[in-house]
């Protein structure tokens, strides 16, 4: 079995900071991407940030330059750093793994329980 579990969520006051992780365990053979997604109350969830098991990342415009994701491969972890957080970051972030369980086995998405982002004006 394959989970994925995040932490790291909270209340924050506009400004502030707070790190998200997620970490990956059981029957892992590979994982390729990993990413962090959002979803706001009345909205569809929106990808945050990607990186590749080499270290390519991707971000959504509105977090540019503000958001930096990593990962530590070892550790099978991946991490958001969010700092000057805004109101309309406030969302439940869900961290999504393409984890392969085999060498012959292809990539399947898994998703972790999502963790509550509360940013106060």
């Known amino acids: 079995q394959v989970q994925v579990v995040e932490s790291g969520g909270g209340l924050v006051q506009a400004g502030g900071s707070l790190r998200l992780s997620c970490a990956a365990s059981?029957?892992?053979?590979?994982?390729?991407?990993m990413g962090w997604y959002r979803q706001a109350p009345g909205k569809q969830r929106e990808l945050v940030a990607s990186i590749t098991s080499i270290g390519s990342t991707n971000y959504a415009d509105p977090v540019k330059g503000r958001f930096t994701i990593s990962r530590d491969n070892a550790k099978k972890t991946v991490y958001l750093q969010m700092n000057s957080l805004k109101p309309e970051d406030t969302a439940v972030y869900s961290c999504?793994?393409?984890?392969?369980?085999?060498?012959?086995?292809?990539?399947?998405?898994?998703w972790g329980q999502g963790t509550q982002v509360t940013v106060s004006s």
């Open positions: 999504n793994a393409d984890i392969r369980t085999t060498a012959w086995y292809p990539y399947y998405s898994y």
């Open positions: 059981g029957n892992i053979f590979s994982i390729n991407t």
